[in-house]
């Protein structure tokens, strides 16, 4: 009897092992983090408009990425978009980095309106889909997809 159950509790624990170690890794923990580096350099796409917005046109967008000195988890941003065959500085935007979401963010003023805008970039690899929120309106005023340049 002493012997069935010790073959039986020999049989439970190499059961339980074994499926331990079947578990799946736990989201996030085994994902690379998104750092500085990973961002750097030219990055190139479409920046749609949303909604109902007359003054806003489509654009062909270059977006160049670099380092802030001193600053680990931050990124300056160049914007250019393309007119008439050549390219125009949109704007400059410096973006906090949010390494476990692979987020890019920034806020920045609206003169025109008075409003404020807020651009989100999510990067996956050689491609970074983003938005540009428009308050107080809360409502999206870009769609941006773009590849890295290589």
Known sequence: MRSFVF???????????CSAQKQPPVHGHDQKQL??????GDWQGDSKCQGNNPSCHDEVSLYHFSAIEDQPNRLHLAGD??????????????LDLDPENSRLTTEF???????????????????????????PENVIGRKIHLERNK
């Open 7 to 17: 073959l039986f509790l020999c049989f439970v624990l190499l059961a339980a092992s």
């Open 35 to 40: 750092r500085v580096e990973d961002v750097i």
């Open 109 to 135: 003023p609206i003169p025109r309106t008075g409003g404020k805008g807020v651009l989100t970039f999510i990067v996956n690899g050689d491609k970074m889909e983003g938005t540009m929120m428009i308050y």
């Open 81 to 94: 978009k393309l007119v008439n065959g050549k390219w125009e500085l949109m704007g400059e935007f410096d």
